[in-house]
């Protein structure tokens, strides 16, 4: 019971990774390989914020309404202006993107791991039983993550936002004919998946310690819970974030060099008899 649980809260803070990725890709077909340097440079700002004498969580909150705007104006003035039929563009840029930020963060904060304090929070939970107790943090986190899934779920389904998004993830052609500005929407998709990038990139910093390198294995963390759950799918994501923890949980249980390897391995897995995820998107 205390595997399931750990993998399960640790699959929580995946589904935050991954959920941003999926939107992305669920709306403009972009794959954004500097996803995990965003979330480490949304750490940084966030214990930059703290580091000013602001609360952690007012430093997060803070730190959301700036990633919206970054993702906006980097949607609006140069990933829509590799968007096409060719993914290789996109990719190039955004490595460039990932690049950058890692060299920018070595700059500034150094390679020393780095972390957000809590205060006692970090440290407080709430016991199960006799030999199972779950720290408030991570649980705090898990709470996010399923509200964050449910809500992004909700918009898709029932916003007109959410309906724009879908109409330009259709047919962008036509969605363009009935009137709508497919440049804006694919702003605003971004700049929504930077605001979830955001949260996990604070939270990231707040349960553990972060490094300006850190960017590619948090992508990867990201990719394997997409694929997992199925492209394009938010509750997809979610159980394959949750079921990738559940496994790395199970491996380092069995050996301490085993856990990243074992998750490595479910999700080739995966991808070798269900290439679509084992919940795609269905129209």
């Not at 970090?122 to 016991?127: K, L």
């Given at each position: 019971m205390d595997l399931i649980i750990s993998g399960v809260l640790l699959g929580g803070l995946y589904a935050l990774f991954a959920l941003g990725l999926s939107l992305m890709f669920g709306v403009m077909r972009l794959t954004n390989t500097a996803h995990g340097d965003f979330m480490v440079l949304t750490a940084y700002a966030v214990l930059s914020f703290a580091g000013m004498a602001l609360p952690a969580w007012l430093a997060l909150l803070v730190a959301l309404p700036l990633a919206w705007g970054l993702g906006y104006v980097l949607q609006r003035h140069v990933l829509n202006g590799v968007l096409g039929k060719d993914p290789l563009p996109s990719l190039v840029v955004t490595f460039g993107m990932s690049v950058f930020i890692q060299n920018l963060?070595?700059?500034?904060?150094?390679?020393?791991?780095?972390?957000?304090?809590?205060?006692?929070?970090?440290?407080?939970?709430?016991?199960?039983?006799?030999?199972?107790?779950?720290?408030?943090?991570?649980?705090?986190?898990?709470?996010?993550a399923v509200a964050s899934t449910a809500g992004l779920q909700w918009l898709f389904r029932a916003t007109d936002l959410g309906r724009s998004f879908r109409a330009v993830s259709d047919d962008r052609e036509i969605a363009e004919l009935m009137g709508l500005n497919a440049r804006k929407v694919y702003a605003k998709a971004t700049a929504l998946a930077f605001v979830v990038v955001a949260l996990a990139g604070g939270l990231q910093g707040m349960r553990t310690t972060v490094a300006p390198t850190d960017g590619p294995l948090l992508l990867l963390f990201a990719f394997e819970a997409v694929i997992i759950g199925g492209m394009g799918s938010f509750w997809?994501?979610?159980?394959?974030?949750?079921?990738?923890?559940?496994?790395?949980?199970?491996?380092?249980?069995?050996?301490?060099?085993?856990?990243?390897?074992?998750?490595?391995?479910?999700?080739?897995?995966?991808?070798?008899?269900?290439?679509?995820?084992?919940?795609?998107?269905t129209r």
């Open positions: 963060l070595l700059q500034l904060y150094s390679a020393d791991p780095r972390s957000v304090d809590t205060g006692a929070f970090g440290t407080q939970a709430v016991a199960l039983g006799a030999d199972i107790s779950i720290g408030l943090l991570p649980l705090l986190v898990l709470a996010l997809g994501t979610l159980v394959g974030a949750m079921l990738l923890g559940v496994v790395q949980q199970i491996g380092f249980r069995i050996d301490p060099g085993w856990g990243i390897w074992a998750g490595h391995l479910m999700f080739l897995s995966v991808l070798a008899l269900r290439p679509q995820g084992l919940f795609p998107k």
